[in-house]
């Protein structure tokens, strides 16, 4: 079965700083990832997901990810980080052709102004 | 075009009672699903379904009935509730391209307190 692992369970970074947020995850095949981010009280809202083609994917709100697939990785990143993007931050995946997400413990995100 | 909806936002129940969590969308999406999500545990699938009249288990389905007699709606019932199913619910939905992986689109939750 597959899993993900989020190995930074809270991170704290100045407003203007870059960030990186780590997704590990177990599966045999090419699978499809994604992340999503949830703010407090709120549902989630994907921020970008890998299929397939370019390993550097483009996201919402400036993220971007990049599939790595010889580390089994897909880590979250920002160059500028805003105060706004306080929240917590998920990295799932699906098996291809599955719609059933196995997604991470997620990583809460704090930005010191 | 509202999306994902979820009713009702917040419930106490006392440990033994029944309830139905509902989840309606209105972008003809063929999949739908619940989760739950715990603290330090991420989100869980509990059930889902790829069309009306076909429902499947997830992860976590123990305690959890589910029916699709719609598209639009994918309602939650929970029989007896137990502490444990203290949680907050989301309700996902998407297209459903057979062998391609759609996004999932979520409702914003159901915080539920089984007491």
């Known amino acids: 079965a597959q899993s993900v692992t989020q190995p930074d369970i809270h991170i704290t970074v100045s407003e203007g700083a870059s960030l990186e947020l780590r997704c590990n995850y177990s599966y045999g095949a090419t699978p499809y990832l994604f992340w999503y981010v949830q703010s407090p009280g709120q549902g989630l809202q994907l921020l970008l997901k890998?299929?397939?083609?370019?390993?550097l994917v483009q996201g919402i709100k400036g993220f971007e990810a990049e599939f790595k697939r010889s580390q089994s990785s897909f880590n979250l990143r920002k160059p500028s980080v805003h105060w706004s993007d306080a929240a917590e931050y998920f990295c799932a995946v699906a098996e291809a052709g599955s719609y059933q997400l196995t997604f991470g413990k997620g990583t809460k995100l704090s930005v010191i102004p | 075009n509202a999306g994902v909806t979820q009713t009702p936002k917040f419930q106490v129940l006392k440990t033994g009672q029944s309830m139905t969590l509902q989840c309606a969308q209105d972008?003809?999406?063929?999949?739908m699903s619940w989760y739950r999500q715990d603290p330090g545990m991420g989100l869980r699938l509990i059930h889902y379904?790829?069309?009306?009249?076909?429902?499947d288990q997830g992860e976590v389905p123990n305690g959890y009935n589910v029916s699709r007699s719609t598209t639009e709606d994918f309602p939650l019932r929970l029989l007896s509730a137990a502490p444990s199913q203290t949680s907050v619910y989301f309700c996902a939905s998407s297209h459903y391209r057979g062998e391609s992986t759609d996004t999932q689109y979520f409702g914003p939750g159901t915080r539920l307190t089984v007491l």
């Open positions: 890998y299929f397939s083609g370019d390993t």
């Open positions: 379904s790829v069309g009306a009249g076909i429902t």
């Open positions: 972008m003809n999406h063929e999949y």
